[in-house]
């Protein structure tokens, strides 16, 4: 289907905060602040890290356990069916702004990897869960079901966005059947990252591996893409004993961007350790452009040769079968 929107730009607004770490009241107002200054800086869209609520777990990439902290965090993780959320939700709702947020979403004490599209009427449009956590992640978070692949919703800015979050964008099947949802603004959202300082680290876990995905992931999809990082400075090394660990050891790791639906940055960089909202006015007819040079999903495929095959059901932990009928239950008919 093609597109009739009368609007062809829209301003959008990428956060880089500082999360406010295992405290999940605190979370929400410096939410609902920055969702507010986005709004009455004009923008129709508002996109927050991975993990923002209540900051990511830096803690597991130092040791392999933290009761302590692990607990903390539990307790301060999300509940999408909570008063916490709802606020968020009024929030978008007073302000008239479509969010794009990223939580640790808390499922009876089980954590998942969460992003939501909260429309600008406040109402939930999207929410689903990382498919698959990321190395040390997994002693934390637990994976998604089928019914996440559908990640992207049509919103009140008349415009079709989509989410992702971190390492999902190496994932060539999944960012194919994000793209093939056919979204015009991608939400990417990452944890904090630094540059590659030349050591046997992955160069793809660093600040130029990372950007390079999404950059990447613009090309191929003609979306616009919004990378979105968060900020760690001593509060956070502090908090989470972080200082001797592989990632997040030192104050920095903002590095939000947004970025073309042709792969180029359109935006200017905030300081490694600046917390603020970049912006920028994305004009669609570039995206259409683009389109018709490039369409995987389109006029550049080749279904007859090569096709996805999903299955996007939520799976159920316990699902009644019926047994064999006993013999005193079968009535005879007339």
Not at 9 to 37: F, G, M, N, R
Not at 117 to 144: C, N, Q, W, Y
Request: aromatic share 6%; glycine share 8%; net charge negative.
């Amino acid at each position: 289907m093609g597109t009739s929107q009368a609007n062809t730009k829209a301003k959008v607004a990428v956060t880089q905060l500082e999360p406010e770490w295992l405290d999940l009241e605190a979370s929400v107002q410096k939410t609902c602040k920055y969702i507010e200054e986005a709004a009455k800086n004009g923008a129709k869209l508002v996109t927050f890290a991975e993990v923002f609520i209540p900051g990511y777990p830096a803690w597991i990439w130092s040791r392999l356990m933290d009761p302590s902290l692990s607990t903390q965090y539990i307790k301060n993780s999300l509940v999408v069916e909570s008063p916490e959320m709802r606020t968020i939700q009024d929030c978008a709702a007073k302000n008239g702004i479509v969010v794009s947020l990223g939580f640790s979403e808390n499922d009876h004490n089980s954590l998942y990897i969460a992003q939501a599209i909260i429309d600008s009427d406040g109402k939930i449009l999207m929410k689903r869960r990382k498919v698959k956590p990321t190395h040390m992640e997994r002693t934390i978070f637990g994976d998604a079901s089928g019914d996440s692949l559908n990640n992207v919703a049509s919103t009140g800015m008349g415009r079709r966005v989509g989410t992702l979050a971190c390492w999902e964008h190496c994932q060539p099947l999944l960012k194919y059947h994000t793209l093939h949802q056919r979204e015009e603004i991608h939400c990417a959202a990452w944890p904090p990252l630094v540059s590659h300082q030349g050591g046997p680290d992955l160069w793809s876990l660093s600040k130029e591996g990372c950007q390079a995905l999404s950059q990447v992931y613009a090309i191929e999809s003609q979306a616009f893409v919004l990378h979105c990082t968060t900020v760690i400075t001593e509060k956070g090394i502090g908090k989470m004993s972080t200082e001797n660990g592989l990632l997040m050891k030192t104050p920095g790791g903002g590095a939000s961007v947004i970025i073309g639906c042709d792969g180029r940055v359109m935006s200017e960089p905030l300081g490694p350790a600046e917390e603020g909202i970049i912006y920028a006015e994305l004009d669609f007819d570039a995206a259409v452009f683009a389109k018709s040079f490039l369409d995987v999903a389109g006029h550049y495929s080749r279904p007859d040769l090569m096709w996805l095959g999903v299955d996007t059901r939520r799976k159920k932990l316990i699902v009644d079968t019926p047994g064999p009928q006993a013999e005193g239950d079968v009535v005879e008919a007339a």
